[in-house]
């Protein structure tokens, strides 16, 4: 299994990015998916998460109501919408999926990571 994201970059404080995570080697609609991030400096946290069947979403409370998950089975993808970002979001992010549909913010839970996709808000 690959995961692959992509979409990061430089945007100014306000400003907007969608990240975007595509499955290869296995169907990823059968799988629970989430977004961490690490920023420079400090340990690799939760950011948010989306059910199999796209029905349930978590999220951690520094991006509630800013970021938006979602995903479309067909593309075995799952997109993080991130609007009015602030330079504390700056980091690397990662896409990554649970084949056993823990529904988790715990890293451990997670079988398959991808590369990473840097985003850096600048203020």
């Known amino acids: 299994v690959q995961l692959q994201a992509s979409g990061g970059g430089l945007v100014q404080a306000g400003g907007s990015l969608r990240l975007s995570c595509t499955a290869s080697?296995?169907?990823?609609?059968?799988?629970?998916m989430a977004w961490f991030r690490q920023a420079p400096g400090k340990e690799r946290e939760f950011v948010a998460a989306?059910?199999?069947?796209?029905?349930?979403?978590d999220y951690a409370d520094s991006v509630k109501g800013r970021f938006t998950i979602s995903r479309d089975n067909a593309k075995n993808s799952v997109f993080l919408q991130m609007n009015s970002l602030k330079p504390e979001d700056t980091a690397v992010y990662y896409c990554?999926?649970?084949?056993?549909?823990?529904?988790?913010?715990?890293?451990?839970?997670?079988?398959?990571w991808g590369q990473g996709t840097l985003v850096t808000v600048s203020s």
């Open positions: 990554a999926l649970d084949t056993r549909r823990m529904g988790s913010r715990f890293q451990y839970e997670y079988d398959y």
């Open positions: 080697g296995r169907t990823g609609n059968s799988d629970d």
């Open positions: 989306i059910s199999w069947s796209g029905e349930r979403t």
